[in-house]
């Protein structure tokens, strides 16, 4: 999915939005992968919404991704979970309304501020863990955890959006559910979803949570290319070099306290790696001034 803002949205094409919606669009936020999300507002009371529209043929209840996202924007209520305010169906066309978060998603907000301090980096990284543990207690993982789907709102609130590939974690005989769509972004995937192994959705999610914390941490991330390359750079364990050769160019040495947790998060064996309660309580021990060890 592109990241890129579109600014050239024509005026017209604006306006003939407007003809069709009971929602008077002001702004194009994004392309979405089914549908484009748009900045809105509720004429009756001036409030600001985000509209992501769904494009589907056919019966929309087939299609997994639609049920998904508007089950869990349904059932999930958390301060860390973006809000939904209500979902139009039409011929064709989801319409799904929900709270706007100004700051859109966390890639943006990166790519946009170059000098982050760590002090705010720890404070958006604990508000996702509090979303993720929240899903998690539920029995939901999203599975497309990743810098675009985590947005951020005016006052820097994280809001964990797009559960279009979440899934519940037991069946209704209530036996763990193992997934066998292997879907998502590359880059924030496990081994076990790249080399299609049918797995477990929560470890899953854990992995990609190591990942958003590199991303967060260095602007970067250590996995990029296609499948078999990201896959083999797993097996190697190429975190820890991307890590070092970070710090000798810096001049600095990471806690190591951090290099624990991302390293309990990276187990390339699903089941070794930390579940999210044990992780928020590692994360709550992490010095939220200090990133790097003062000596070298
Ligand atoms: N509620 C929202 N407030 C602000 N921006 C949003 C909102 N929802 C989505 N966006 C923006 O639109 C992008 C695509 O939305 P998303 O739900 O992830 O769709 P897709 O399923 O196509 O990935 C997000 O990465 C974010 O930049
Ligand atoms: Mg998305």
């Not at 299609?63 to 939904?84: A, G, Q, V």
């Not at 999203?142 to 709102?153: C, G, S």
């Not at 972004?185 to 081994?191: E, G, I, K, V, W």
């Not at 709550?284 to 200090?290: A, G, I, M, R, T």
Request: charged share 25%; hydrophobic share 35%.
């Amino acid at each position: 999915m592109s990241n890129e803002k579109n600014s050239d949205v024509g005026k017209e094409e604006i306006e003939h939005l407007n003809d069709s919606l009971e929602y008077i669009v002001i702004d194009m936020i994004d392309y979405g992968s089914f549908g484009d999300v748009l900045k809105v507002k509720d004429e009756s009371n001036n409030a600001i919404y985000a509209m992501k529209q769904i494009k589907y043929r056919g019966n929309f209840q087939d299609d997994p991704c639609i049920i998904s996202e508007i089950y869990c924007l349904t059932h999930l209520k958390h301060k860390n979970i973006i809000r939904m305010h209500e979902i139009l169906i039409d011929s064709g066309e989801i319409q799904i309304i929900m709270e706007y978060a100004q700051r859109e998603n966390l890639e943006r907000y990166m790519d946009q501020n170059e000098h982050i301090e760590f002090h705010h980096k720890y404070k958006i990284y604990s508000q996702i863990l509090e979303g993720i543990k929240y899903c998690h207690s539920v029995d939901i993982a999203h599975r497309d955890i990743t810098p675009v789907n985590i947005l951020l709102t005016e006052d820097y609130v994280v809001k964990i959006a797009d559960f279009g590939l979440a899934v519940k974690c037991f069946d209704d005989d209530g036996k763990p559910m193992l997934c066998t769509d292997y879907l998502g972004r590359a880059s924030y995937l496990p081994p076990e979803v790249l080399s299609q192994k049918p797995f477990l959705p929560k470890p899953a999610d854990i992995w990609s949570i190591g990942v958003t914390l590199l991303y967060l941490l260095f602007h970067s991330i250590p996995f990029k290319g296609f499948h078999p390359e990201i896959l083999e750079d797993q097996l190697n364990h190429t975190w820890t070099g991307f890590i070092h050769d970070f710090c000798e160019k810096n001049g600095c040495r990471l806690k190591v306290q951090i290099i624990d947790i991302i390293e309990s998060l990276l187990q390339i064996e699903s089941n070794k790696r930390r579940n999210i309660c044990d992780l928020v309580r590692s994360w709550h021990e992490v010095s939220p001034e200090e990133l790097y060890d003062k000596s070298k």
